[in-house]
């Protein structure tokens, strides 16, 4: 039940976001048209035009914003599919998609305002919307509303690549100076990877590692983490700390995504003769955030806390375990959570100058 009302509420935003970008870009374009103004002089409009084009500026802006957030939404469900297309296939088809959506919303649009603002769909009232149809307006229209089309798919497709959010912090530069955050990391890696790279054949291989982490876009979006980076056969998972521990949303994630695999258990049977299988390490703490790179920037995390996580998941290992805690952790989800742990041992960490008590957890209820 949880994760359906996150999901409706992810595409209310959405459709809310979109249709105000697409009303501010109609009144936009309004503003920046030379028509009504003629040699520096405002053309008075007769009211019933201003109406006319108040209702269809905004009613266009609504019904294209509604429509393309379909489409938003049709993307996010059919993922896996698009991943297999090429960014030239899905920018031809989604400019082919756009021009048939500018023009059924502007007819719509049009006809209905016709019908509205006259009482009827008279003759010389279809004259004047065929003689719309065939003017230049409509090219300065669809070009306009590509540009802005195209302007949100870019920088939702750059967004995804670089991370939620990452872009916008990007833009602000908001960790051009580094500051200190609170936050929790899950690092996740294939089991036997090694043996599976040998097995398959590099291609092969490759592919595996695309469809494991293809099936875990759906455990982070329900359990509202961030993609941290991608390192060959590991993926690394960050929450605001308190994100991280509400719900137990670092635990939930990494069987989540273990449900998944199983479900899909019979694909990966098929495909590569084998069910794949991940172990996991979590901490959390305080960290330091900063902006590095210059020809290719992200945002960089640093400090003890994703070190520690790193450090703990490669003792899975040794303690024949799919997930290991730290007790910091633990502690934090028993608080709001009733999550039965199984405590193992402290041990002595790389790079750590005290004893590490680490916890297992055979079962999570999603």
Known sequence: ????????KKIIKDFIFL?????FAFYFFDFIQLSNFKEGNEVALDPLLQQIQGFNRFFSSIALGTLFSFINLYVQRNADRLRTKSYGYIIVTYSIVHIVLVFAAISLVASLS???FSGSLQRENLAGLIKFFQSKDLIRILIYTFLIS????????????????VLWNLILGKYRQPKEDR????????????????LLGHRKYSELIQDCFSDLTPAVSACHAKIYQYVGDEAVLSWKYADGIKQANCIRVFF???????TRSQYYLD??????????????GRIMVAEVGYLKRSIAYHGDAINTAARIQGQCNSFERDILLSEKIVNDVQKTNQVNFIELEDIQLKGKKEKVKLFSIDQFKI
């Open 1 to 8: 039940m949880i994760n359906i009302s996150l999901k409706n």
């Open 19 to 23: 249709n105000l970008v697409w009303i």
């Open 114 to 116: 016709v019908f509205v």
């Open 150 to 165: 195209i302007s949100i798919f870019v920088v939702k497709l750059i967004n995804e690549k670089l991370g939620k959010g």
């Open 183 to 198: 936050l929790l990391f899950l690092f996740m890696d294939l089991k036997s990877s090694t043996t599976y790279a040998e």
């Open 256 to 262: 989540h995504f273990k449900s998944i695999l199983k």
């Open 271 to 284: 495909t590569y003769g084998f069910v794949p299988e991940f172990k996991a390490g979590i901490n959390g």
